[in-house]
Protein backbone atom coordinates (compact mmCIF):
# COMPACT_ATOMS: atom_id res chain seq x y z
CA UNK A 1 0.00 0.00 0.00
CA UNK A 2 0.75 3.30 -0.78
CA UNK A 3 -0.99 6.99 0.41
CA UNK A 4 1.33 8.76 -2.20
CA UNK A 5 1.07 8.37 -5.46
CA UNK A 6 2.61 11.54 -7.10
CA UNK A 7 3.98 14.24 -5.71
CA UNK A 8 1.85 17.05 -6.50
CA UNK A 9 1.90 19.58 -9.21
CA UNK A 10 1.53 22.67 -7.01
CA UNK A 11 4.84 23.04 -7.05
CA UNK A 12 6.06 24.66 -4.11
CA UNK A 13 3.49 23.95 -1.56
CA UNK A 14 3.98 20.68 0.78
CA UNK A 15 0.89 18.91 -1.02
CA UNK A 16 0.79 14.89 -1.98
CA UNK A 17 -1.42 13.47 -4.23
CA UNK A 18 -2.88 9.89 -2.58
CA UNK A 19 -5.93 7.91 -0.91
CA UNK A 20 -7.02 9.85 2.20
CA UNK A 21 -8.29 6.17 3.62
CA UNK A 22 -4.79 5.32 3.49
CA UNK A 23 -4.19 7.01 6.85
CA UNK A 24 -6.57 5.23 8.80
CA UNK A 25 -5.43 1.81 7.03
CA UNK A 26 -1.89 2.47 8.16
CA UNK A 27 -1.28 5.59 9.97
CA UNK A 28 2.21 5.57 10.37
CA UNK A 29 3.12 4.22 7.21
CA UNK A 30 1.24 7.03 5.49
CA UNK A 31 2.86 9.99 7.81
CA UNK A 32 6.15 8.43 7.37
CA UNK A 33 6.04 8.82 3.69
CA UNK A 34 4.66 12.02 3.85
CA UNK A 35 6.86 13.37 6.74
CA UNK A 36 9.93 11.79 4.11
CA UNK A 37 8.65 14.16 1.41
CA UNK A 38 7.70 17.60 3.36
CA UNK A 39 9.34 17.16 7.11
CA UNK A 40 7.33 19.63 9.23
CA UNK A 41 3.86 20.32 7.58
CA UNK A 42 2.43 17.87 4.76
CA UNK A 43 -1.26 17.72 3.33
CA UNK A 44 -2.55 14.68 1.72
CA UNK A 45 -4.98 15.49 -1.07
CA UNK A 46 -7.94 13.15 -2.83
CA UNK A 47 -10.25 14.96 -5.56
CA UNK A 48 -10.11 17.95 -4.18
CA UNK A 49 -10.58 17.10 -0.19
CA UNK A 50 -7.40 17.26 2.01
CA UNK A 51 -6.06 15.92 5.70
CA UNK A 52 -3.30 18.34 6.64
CA UNK A 53 -0.54 17.16 9.35
CA UNK A 54 2.09 18.64 11.14
CA UNK A 55 5.29 17.07 12.18
CA UNK A 56 7.30 19.54 14.18
CA UNK A 57 7.32 20.85 17.73
CA UNK A 58 6.69 24.46 16.50
CA UNK A 59 3.58 23.68 14.23
CA UNK A 60 2.79 21.41 17.17
CA UNK A 61 2.60 23.83 19.61
CA UNK A 62 0.34 25.85 17.19
CA UNK A 63 -1.85 23.71 17.03
CA UNK A 64 -2.33 22.51 20.23
CA UNK A 65 -2.76 26.60 21.59
CA UNK A 66 -4.70 28.06 19.46
CA UNK A 67 -8.00 26.89 20.60
CA UNK A 68 -9.84 29.40 18.69
CA UNK A 69 -8.88 28.39 15.18
CA UNK A 70 -8.03 24.78 16.05
CA UNK A 71 -11.28 22.66 17.72
CA UNK A 72 -11.41 19.45 19.25
CA UNK A 73 -13.64 17.34 17.17
CA UNK A 74 -12.58 13.61 18.17
CA UNK A 75 -15.89 11.93 17.35
CA UNK A 76 -16.51 11.88 13.55
CA UNK A 77 -20.14 10.26 14.29
CA UNK A 78 -22.65 12.33 16.64
CA UNK A 79 -25.68 10.79 15.98
CA UNK A 80 -28.98 12.28 15.81
CA UNK A 81 -30.44 15.08 18.58
CA UNK A 82 -31.60 13.12 20.81
CA UNK A 83 -29.85 9.88 20.43
CA UNK A 84 -27.92 8.00 22.99
CA UNK A 85 -24.42 8.15 20.68
CA UNK A 86 -25.01 12.40 21.18
CA UNK A 87 -25.20 12.14 24.50
CA UNK A 88 -22.27 9.72 24.60
CA UNK A 89 -19.99 11.57 22.54
CA UNK A 90 -20.51 14.98 24.24
CA UNK A 91 -17.93 14.32 26.66
CA UNK A 92 -14.63 16.80 27.16
CA UNK A 93 -13.15 15.54 24.20
CA UNK A 94 -15.68 16.82 21.84
CA UNK A 95 -16.14 20.32 23.54
CA UNK A 96 -14.74 23.73 22.45
CA UNK A 97 -14.24 27.66 24.11
CA UNK A 98 -15.99 28.32 27.16
CA UNK A 99 -17.80 24.79 27.28
CA UNK A 100 -14.58 23.23 27.74
CA UNK A 101 -13.46 25.14 30.08
CA UNK A 102 -15.92 25.24 32.36
CA UNK A 103 -16.20 21.47 31.97
CA UNK A 104 -12.15 21.01 32.27
CA UNK A 105 -12.42 22.74 35.91
CA UNK A 106 -15.69 20.66 37.00
CA UNK A 107 -13.28 17.06 35.51
CA UNK A 108 -9.88 18.07 36.83
CA UNK A 109 -10.99 18.17 40.27
CA UNK A 110 -11.19 14.33 40.69
CA UNK A 111 -7.58 13.58 38.96
CA UNK A 112 -5.94 15.90 41.04
CA UNK A 113 -2.78 14.29 43.16
CA UNK A 114 -5.09 14.44 47.00
CA UNK A 115 -7.54 12.83 44.70
CA UNK A 116 -5.61 10.31 43.42
CA UNK A 117 -3.83 9.03 46.69
CA UNK A 118 -6.85 7.73 47.81
CA UNK A 119 -6.81 5.02 44.99
CA UNK A 120 -3.18 3.68 45.93
CA UNK A 121 -3.96 0.75 48.13
CA UNK A 122 -6.65 -0.38 46.02
CA UNK A 123 -4.49 0.30 43.07
CA UNK A 124 -1.21 -1.94 44.87
CA UNK A 125 -3.98 -4.62 45.63
CA UNK A 126 -5.29 -5.03 42.26
CA UNK A 127 -1.61 -5.20 41.13
CA UNK A 128 -0.86 -7.59 43.35
CA UNK A 129 -3.94 -9.59 42.42
CA UNK A 130 -2.25 -9.36 38.35
CA UNK A 131 0.94 -10.91 39.75
CA UNK A 132 -0.57 -13.62 41.52
CA UNK A 133 -2.48 -15.26 38.39
CA UNK A 134 1.14 -15.58 37.13
CA UNK A 135 3.10 -18.51 37.48
CA UNK A 136 6.25 -19.52 36.02
CA UNK A 137 6.68 -21.45 33.26
CA UNK A 138 3.20 -19.98 32.08
CA UNK A 139 3.03 -18.57 28.76
CA UNK A 140 1.11 -15.15 28.44
CA UNK A 141 -0.46 -12.89 26.41
CA UNK A 142 0.45 -9.12 27.92
CA UNK A 143 -1.56 -7.87 25.45
CA UNK A 144 -4.82 -9.28 27.12
CA UNK A 145 -3.20 -9.25 30.76
CA UNK A 146 -2.88 -5.99 30.48
CA UNK A 147 -5.90 -4.79 29.20
CA UNK A 148 -7.98 -6.95 31.42
CA UNK A 149 -5.88 -5.48 34.41
CA UNK A 150 -6.80 -1.96 33.39
CA UNK A 151 -10.38 -2.88 32.93
CA UNK A 152 -10.32 -3.74 36.18
CA UNK A 153 -8.51 -0.86 37.57
CA UNK A 154 -10.72 1.93 35.19
CA UNK A 155 -13.94 0.60 36.02
CA UNK A 156 -13.20 0.44 39.54
CA UNK A 157 -11.11 3.89 40.04
CA UNK A 158 -14.17 5.49 37.67
CA UNK A 159 -17.51 4.06 39.00
CA UNK A 160 -16.29 2.77 42.42
CA UNK A 161 -15.14 -0.06 44.09
CA UNK A 162 -18.14 -1.20 45.51
CA UNK A 163 -20.11 -1.84 42.14
CA UNK A 164 -16.98 -4.25 40.67
CA UNK A 165 -19.76 -6.28 38.33
CA UNK A 166 -21.46 -3.40 36.71
CA UNK A 167 -18.59 -1.51 36.78
CA UNK A 168 -17.02 -4.12 34.52
CA UNK A 169 -19.78 -4.30 32.23
CA UNK A 170 -19.74 -0.80 31.60
CA UNK A 171 -16.04 -0.82 30.61
CA UNK A 172 -16.59 -4.05 28.30
CA UNK A 173 -19.68 -1.86 26.52
CA UNK A 174 -17.36 1.14 26.29
CA UNK A 175 -14.73 -0.73 24.95
CA UNK A 176 -16.97 -2.70 22.01
CA UNK A 177 -18.76 1.40 21.67
CA UNK A 178 -14.71 2.89 21.16
CA UNK A 179 -14.42 0.53 18.64
CA UNK A 180 -17.15 0.51 16.43
CA UNK A 181 -16.99 4.31 16.77
CA UNK A 182 -13.43 4.17 15.22
CA UNK A 183 -14.65 2.08 12.30
CA UNK A 184 -17.46 3.65 11.38
CA UNK A 185 -15.88 7.40 12.07
CA UNK A 186 -12.99 6.99 9.87
CA UNK A 187 -15.25 6.15 7.09
CA UNK A 188 -17.08 9.45 8.00
CA UNK A 189 -14.02 11.41 8.42
CA UNK A 190 -13.11 11.14 4.49
CA UNK A 191 -17.36 10.55 4.17
CA UNK A 192 -17.25 6.64 2.73
CA UNK A 193 -20.61 5.24 2.10
CA UNK A 194 -19.11 1.53 2.80
CA UNK A 195 -17.73 2.00 5.86
CA UNK A 196 -20.84 3.51 7.19
CA UNK A 197 -22.63 0.07 7.19
CA UNK A 198 -22.23 -0.42 10.89
CA UNK A 199 -24.18 2.57 11.62
CA UNK A 200 -27.19 1.05 13.38
CA UNK A 201 -24.99 -1.54 14.91
CA UNK A 202 -22.83 1.51 16.73
CA UNK A 203 -26.26 3.45 18.02
CA UNK A 204 -27.75 -0.09 19.23
CA UNK A 205 -24.40 -0.17 21.50
CA UNK A 206 -24.83 3.32 22.12
CA UNK A 207 -28.03 2.58 23.57
CA UNK A 208 -26.96 -0.33 26.01
CA UNK A 209 -24.14 1.48 26.89
CA UNK A 210 -26.00 4.86 28.30
CA UNK A 211 -28.50 2.57 30.00
CA UNK A 212 -25.41 0.48 31.90
CA UNK A 213 -24.03 4.03 32.66
CA UNK A 214 -27.58 5.66 34.04
CA UNK A 215 -27.81 2.60 36.10
CA UNK A 216 -24.67 3.31 37.95
CA UNK A 217 -25.67 6.61 38.17
CA UNK A 218 -28.52 6.15 39.73
CA UNK A 219 -26.65 3.92 42.31
CA UNK A 220 -24.45 6.75 43.00
CA UNK A 221 -26.72 8.98 43.41
CA UNK A 222 -29.60 6.81 45.90
CA UNK A 223 -25.49 5.42 47.68
CA UNK A 224 -26.57 6.03 51.62
CA UNK A 225 -22.05 6.92 52.13
CA UNK A 226 -20.23 9.35 49.93
CA UNK A 227 -18.09 7.50 47.55
CA UNK A 228 -14.75 8.84 45.92
CA UNK A 229 -14.82 7.50 42.73
CA UNK A 230 -14.61 9.71 39.60
CA UNK A 231 -18.44 9.24 39.00
CA UNK A 232 -19.46 9.94 42.58
CA UNK A 233 -17.19 13.03 42.70
CA UNK A 234 -18.70 14.61 39.05
CA UNK A 235 -22.08 13.88 40.58
CA UNK A 236 -21.23 16.40 43.90
CA UNK A 237 -18.89 19.08 41.75
CA UNK A 238 -19.90 22.19 41.21
CA UNK A 239 -18.88 25.18 39.36
CA UNK A 240 -17.98 28.59 40.52
CA UNK A 241 -21.47 29.32 39.84
CA UNK A 242 -22.99 26.39 42.09
CA UNK A 243 -23.75 24.61 38.80
CA UNK A 244 -23.30 20.83 38.44
CA UNK A 245 -23.23 18.58 35.50
CA UNK A 246 -26.94 17.65 34.15
CA UNK A 247 -27.40 14.00 33.48
CA UNK A 248 -26.85 13.98 29.76
CA UNK A 249 -23.15 15.96 30.87
CA UNK A 250 -22.58 13.27 32.99
CA UNK A 251 -22.88 10.43 30.82
CA UNK A 252 -20.66 11.97 28.06
CA UNK A 253 -17.78 12.81 30.90
CA UNK A 254 -18.28 9.07 32.12
CA UNK A 255 -18.06 7.15 28.49
CA UNK A 256 -15.34 9.76 27.22
CA UNK A 257 -13.18 8.92 30.83
CA UNK A 258 -13.63 5.37 30.14
CA UNK A 259 -12.15 5.01 26.58
CA UNK A 260 -9.51 8.12 27.33
CA UNK A 261 -7.64 5.55 30.12
CA UNK A 262 -8.21 2.40 29.44
CA UNK A 263 -6.42 1.03 26.30
CA UNK A 264 -3.68 4.27 26.23
CA UNK A 265 -2.78 3.11 29.97
CA UNK A 266 -2.49 -0.45 29.19
CA UNK A 267 -0.94 -0.36 26.21
CA UNK A 268 1.72 1.80 27.67
CA UNK A 269 1.97 -0.66 30.32
CA UNK A 270 2.55 -3.89 27.52
CA UNK A 271 4.76 -1.32 25.42
CA UNK A 272 7.40 -0.77 28.77
CA UNK A 273 7.17 -4.83 29.90
CA UNK A 274 7.92 -5.25 25.92
CA UNK A 275 10.63 -3.26 25.73
CA UNK A 276 12.17 -4.29 29.10
CA UNK A 277 12.06 -8.13 27.96
CA UNK A 278 14.02 -6.92 24.61
CA UNK A 279 16.48 -5.10 26.46
CA UNK A 280 18.33 -6.92 29.31
CA UNK A 281 20.44 -4.58 30.45
CA UNK A 282 18.14 -2.05 31.29
CA UNK A 283 15.84 -4.30 32.44
CA UNK A 284 18.19 -5.82 34.97
CA UNK A 285 19.46 -2.37 36.15
CA UNK A 286 16.17 -1.71 36.60
CA UNK A 287 15.25 -4.53 38.74
CA UNK A 288 18.38 -3.73 41.01
CA UNK A 289 16.59 -0.32 41.07
CA UNK A 290 13.45 -1.59 42.61
CA UNK A 291 15.26 -4.48 44.98
CA UNK A 292 16.98 -1.77 46.72
CA UNK A 293 14.48 0.62 47.20
CA UNK A 294 11.34 -1.82 47.49
CA UNK A 295 12.51 -4.74 49.10
CA UNK A 296 10.35 -7.02 47.33
CA UNK A 297 7.08 -4.50 48.34
CA UNK A 298 4.96 -2.24 46.40
CA UNK A 299 5.81 1.46 45.97
CA UNK A 300 4.46 3.44 48.86
CA UNK A 301 2.98 6.94 47.70
CA UNK A 302 6.44 8.58 48.58
CA UNK A 303 8.39 5.94 47.06
CA UNK A 304 6.85 7.00 43.61
CA UNK A 305 8.57 10.35 42.94
CA UNK A 306 12.08 8.40 43.87
CA UNK A 307 12.65 5.34 41.49
CA UNK A 308 14.93 7.73 38.71
CA UNK A 309 15.28 4.50 36.60
CA UNK A 310 11.83 3.64 36.66
CA UNK A 311 11.12 7.06 35.66
CA UNK A 312 13.56 6.83 32.75
CA UNK A 313 12.29 3.69 31.26
CA UNK A 314 8.56 4.98 31.31
CA UNK A 315 10.01 8.19 29.85
CA UNK A 316 11.42 6.53 26.95
CA UNK A 317 8.85 3.65 26.35
CA UNK A 318 6.23 6.21 25.88
CA UNK A 319 8.80 8.41 23.36
CA UNK A 320 9.37 5.33 21.16
CA UNK A 321 6.07 3.75 21.62
CA UNK A 322 3.45 6.33 22.42
CA UNK A 323 -0.12 4.50 23.32
CA UNK A 324 -1.54 8.18 21.90
CA UNK A 325 -0.15 7.96 18.62
CA UNK A 326 -1.74 10.75 17.16
CA UNK A 327 -4.93 12.84 17.49
CA UNK A 328 -6.90 15.82 15.85
CA UNK A 329 -8.40 19.01 15.36
CA UNK A 330 -10.79 20.82 12.60
CA UNK A 331 -10.05 24.36 11.61
CA UNK A 332 -12.72 26.96 12.20
CA UNK A 333 -11.26 29.80 9.17
CA UNK A 334 -7.99 29.45 7.70
CA UNK A 335 -4.67 29.40 8.76
CA UNK A 336 -1.17 28.89 7.35
CA UNK A 337 0.69 26.23 8.95
CA UNK A 338 4.27 26.77 7.38
CA UNK A 339 4.20 27.23 3.92
CA UNK A 340 0.74 25.72 3.84
CA UNK A 341 -2.30 27.56 3.84
CA UNK A 342 -5.08 25.89 5.52
CA UNK A 343 -9.16 26.52 4.89
CA UNK A 344 -11.77 25.99 7.29
CA UNK A 345 -12.83 22.70 8.30
CA UNK A 346 -9.68 20.49 7.32
CA UNK A 347 -8.90 18.12 9.66
CA UNK A 348 -5.31 18.68 10.92
CA UNK A 349 -3.59 15.66 12.66
CA UNK A 350 -0.57 16.13 15.03
CA UNK A 351 1.22 12.98 16.03
CA UNK A 352 3.11 12.07 19.20
CA UNK A 353 4.68 8.81 17.35
CA UNK A 354 6.03 11.23 14.45
CA UNK A 355 7.52 13.81 16.10
CA UNK A 356 8.88 11.38 19.01
CA UNK A 357 10.92 9.80 16.17
CA UNK A 358 12.64 13.04 14.51
CA UNK A 359 16.17 12.64 14.19
CA UNK A 360 16.97 16.63 15.21
CA UNK A 361 15.06 16.24 18.19
CA UNK A 362 16.35 12.16 19.31
CA UNK A 363 19.36 11.22 18.28
CA UNK A 364 18.65 7.78 16.80
CA UNK A 365 15.50 7.91 17.74
CA UNK A 366 14.25 4.55 17.31
CA UNK A 367 15.86 2.72 19.83
CA UNK A 368 14.92 2.38 23.57
CA UNK A 369 17.46 4.36 25.64
CA UNK A 370 16.49 5.08 29.14
CA UNK A 371 20.05 6.88 29.09
CA UNK A 372 19.58 9.70 26.75
CA UNK A 373 17.29 11.09 29.65
CA UNK A 374 19.99 11.97 31.68
CA UNK A 375 20.97 14.65 28.83
CA UNK A 376 18.12 15.69 27.23
CA UNK A 377 15.35 17.67 28.10
CA UNK A 378 13.29 18.79 25.24
CA UNK A 379 10.55 21.04 25.18
CA UNK A 380 6.88 20.45 26.08
CA UNK A 381 5.55 19.93 22.11
CA UNK A 382 8.69 17.84 21.15
CA UNK A 383 8.10 15.35 23.82
CA UNK A 384 3.96 14.90 24.30
CA UNK A 385 2.75 11.26 25.20
CA UNK A 386 0.12 12.87 27.28
CA UNK A 387 -0.11 15.97 24.33
CA UNK A 388 0.42 19.82 26.37
CA UNK A 389 -1.38 23.18 26.37
CA UNK A 390 -5.12 23.84 27.47
CA UNK A 391 -5.94 20.38 26.45
CA UNK A 392 -3.22 18.41 28.51
CA UNK A 393 -4.29 14.81 29.51
CA UNK A 394 -5.61 15.43 32.66
CA UNK A 395 -5.58 11.75 33.92
CA UNK A 396 -1.51 11.63 33.05
CA UNK A 397 -0.68 12.08 36.80
CA UNK A 398 -2.79 8.39 37.18
CA UNK A 399 -1.80 6.88 34.13
CA UNK A 400 1.92 7.37 35.97
CA UNK A 401 0.98 6.03 38.72
CA UNK A 402 -0.70 3.22 37.73
CA UNK A 403 2.18 2.45 35.59
CA UNK A 404 4.51 2.96 38.49
CA UNK A 405 2.74 0.50 40.90
CA UNK A 406 2.32 -2.15 38.28
CA UNK A 407 5.82 -2.54 37.05
CA UNK A 408 7.90 -3.03 40.15
CA UNK A 409 4.98 -5.14 41.56
CA UNK A 410 5.49 -7.39 38.34
CA UNK A 411 9.19 -6.81 37.88
CA UNK A 412 10.06 -7.78 41.29
CA UNK A 413 8.29 -11.42 41.07
CA UNK A 414 9.32 -12.49 37.46
CA UNK A 415 11.22 -12.58 34.93
CA UNK A 416 9.60 -12.56 31.09
CA UNK A 417 11.19 -13.30 27.87
CA UNK A 418 9.43 -13.02 24.21
CA UNK A 419 8.23 -16.49 22.73
CA UNK A 420 10.98 -17.06 20.36
CA UNK A 421 10.04 -16.03 17.14
CA UNK A 422 6.53 -14.72 18.00
CA UNK A 423 5.29 -12.01 15.64
CA UNK A 424 4.81 -8.70 17.01
CA UNK A 425 2.73 -6.09 15.48
CA UNK A 426 1.82 -2.93 16.17
CA UNK A 427 -0.81 -0.26 14.58
CA UNK A 428 -2.25 3.17 15.51
CA UNK A 429 -6.06 2.18 15.83
CA UNK A 430 -8.49 5.03 16.83
CA UNK A 431 -5.67 7.26 17.44
CA UNK A 432 -3.86 4.44 19.65
CA UNK A 433 -1.00 2.83 19.13
CA UNK A 434 -1.28 -1.28 20.73
CA UNK A 435 -0.21 -4.39 19.64
CA UNK A 436 -2.45 -5.78 17.19
CA UNK A 437 -1.69 -9.35 17.82
CA UNK A 438 -0.45 -10.13 21.13
CA UNK A 439 2.51 -9.52 23.14
CA UNK A 440 3.54 -13.24 23.73
CA UNK A 441 5.85 -14.05 26.97
CA UNK A 442 7.03 -17.21 29.03
CA UNK A 443 7.04 -15.69 32.47
CA UNK A 444 10.07 -16.68 34.49
CA UNK A 445 11.38 -16.98 38.58
CA UNK A 446 12.73 -13.69 38.83
CA UNK A 447 16.57 -15.06 38.98
CA UNK A 448 16.20 -16.63 35.38
CA UNK A 449 17.75 -13.57 34.12
CA UNK A 450 15.89 -11.26 31.36
CA UNK A 451 17.55 -12.67 27.58
CA UNK A 452 16.54 -10.82 24.51
CA UNK A 453 14.59 -13.41 22.07
CA UNK A 454 14.41 -12.93 18.30
CA UNK A 455 11.15 -11.76 17.24
CA UNK A 456 8.92 -11.05 13.85
CA UNK A 457 6.47 -8.90 12.98
CA UNK A 458 6.37 -4.85 11.91
CA UNK A 459 7.68 -4.02 15.27
CA UNK A 460 10.70 -3.75 13.45
CA UNK A 461 9.77 -1.03 11.69
CA UNK A 462 8.49 0.85 14.99
CA UNK A 463 11.23 0.27 17.20
CA UNK A 464 15.23 -0.10 16.52
CA UNK A 465 15.63 -3.81 18.45
CA UNK A 466 19.13 -4.44 17.37
CA UNK A 467 20.06 -2.15 20.44
CA UNK A 468 22.48 -4.33 22.08
CA UNK A 469 23.34 -4.38 26.10
CA UNK A 470 27.08 -3.56 24.58
CA UNK A 471 25.89 -0.55 22.70
CA UNK A 472 26.07 2.77 24.30
CA UNK A 473 26.31 0.55 27.57
CA UNK A 474 26.04 3.76 30.12
CA UNK A 475 23.96 3.38 33.29
CA UNK A 476 20.62 3.50 32.34
C1 LIG B 1 -0.83 6.30 29.41
C2 LIG B 1 -2.09 6.69 29.46
C3 LIG B 1 -2.64 7.90 28.77
C4 LIG B 1 -2.20 8.55 27.65
C5 LIG B 1 -1.01 8.19 26.77
C6 LIG B 1 -3.09 9.67 27.43
C7 LIG B 1 -2.95 10.59 26.41
C8 LIG B 1 -3.78 11.68 26.22
C9 LIG B 1 -3.64 12.63 25.16
C10 LIG B 1 -2.56 12.61 24.09
C11 LIG B 1 -4.64 13.55 25.28
C12 LIG B 1 -4.90 14.76 24.39
C13 LIG B 1 -5.81 14.38 23.26
C14 LIG B 1 -6.09 15.55 22.36
O1 LIG B 1 -5.75 16.68 22.67
O2 LIG B 1 -6.66 15.32 21.29
C15 LIG B 1 -5.41 13.17 26.42
C16 LIG B 1 -6.52 13.85 26.86
C17 LIG B 1 -7.29 13.45 27.92
N1 LIG B 1 -7.04 12.37 28.76
FE1 LIG B 1 -5.50 11.08 28.65
N2 LIG B 1 -4.05 9.67 28.40
C18 LIG B 1 -3.81 8.61 29.24
C19 LIG B 1 -4.52 8.27 30.36
C20 LIG B 1 -5.63 8.93 30.81
C21 LIG B 1 -6.36 8.59 32.00
C22 LIG B 1 -6.00 7.49 32.98
C23 LIG B 1 -7.41 9.47 32.08
C24 LIG B 1 -8.48 9.58 33.12
C25 LIG B 1 -9.28 8.68 33.53
C26 LIG B 1 -7.32 10.37 30.96
C27 LIG B 1 -8.18 11.41 30.70
C28 LIG B 1 -8.04 12.34 29.69
C29 LIG B 1 -8.98 13.44 29.46
C30 LIG B 1 -10.22 13.76 30.28
C31 LIG B 1 -8.50 14.14 28.34
C32 LIG B 1 -9.15 15.34 27.67
C33 LIG B 1 -8.57 16.65 28.15
C34 LIG B 1 -9.19 17.85 27.45
O3 LIG B 1 -9.67 17.71 26.31
O4 LIG B 1 -9.18 18.93 28.05
N3 LIG B 1 -6.22 10.01 30.21
N4 LIG B 1 -4.87 12.03 26.97
Same mark, same amino acid.
Given at each position: ?????????????????????????????????????????????????????????????????????????????????????? !?????? %? @??????????? $??? +? &?????????????????????????????????L????????????????????????????????????????????????????????????????????????????? !?????? %? @??????????? $??? +? &????????????????????????????TWTLFLLAQHPRVAN?L??????????????????????????V??ES??VL????????????????????????????????????????????ERFRP????????????????????????????????????????????CLQLVPNA?V?G????????P???VHVQ??????GFRRQPVRG?IH?LVDLSDTD?V????A
Amino acid at each position: MSAITEPTTLSSLPVVRGKLLDFPADPIRCMRELQRCHSDVAALEEAGSRLVFVFSPELNQKVLTDMRRFHARFFAVRGSKNSSQR !RLTCGI %L @SMNGEEHKRHR $RLV +A &GPFQKQSILGYHADLVRQAEELAADWKPGQERDLDQDMNRFLLGVTSQILFGFDQRDLAYEIGLATERWVTLNHEIGMGALVADAGIAQNYDRLLHEAEGLEKLIRRMIEL !RRNASA %L @SNDVLSLLIRA $RDD +A &GQGLSEAELIGQAAVLFGAAHLTTANSLTWTLFLLAQHPRVANELVEELRVELGGQAPTWEQLERLPRLERVIKESMRVLPASGYSQRITTEPVELGPLPVLAHTVVVFSQFMTHHRADQYPEPERFRPERWLSINPGPYAYMPFANGPRHCLGSYLALMIMKIALPVVLQRFCLQLVPNAAVNGKIVSTMLGPTNGVHVQILPPDAGFRRQPVRGNIHELVDLSDTDEVGAVAA
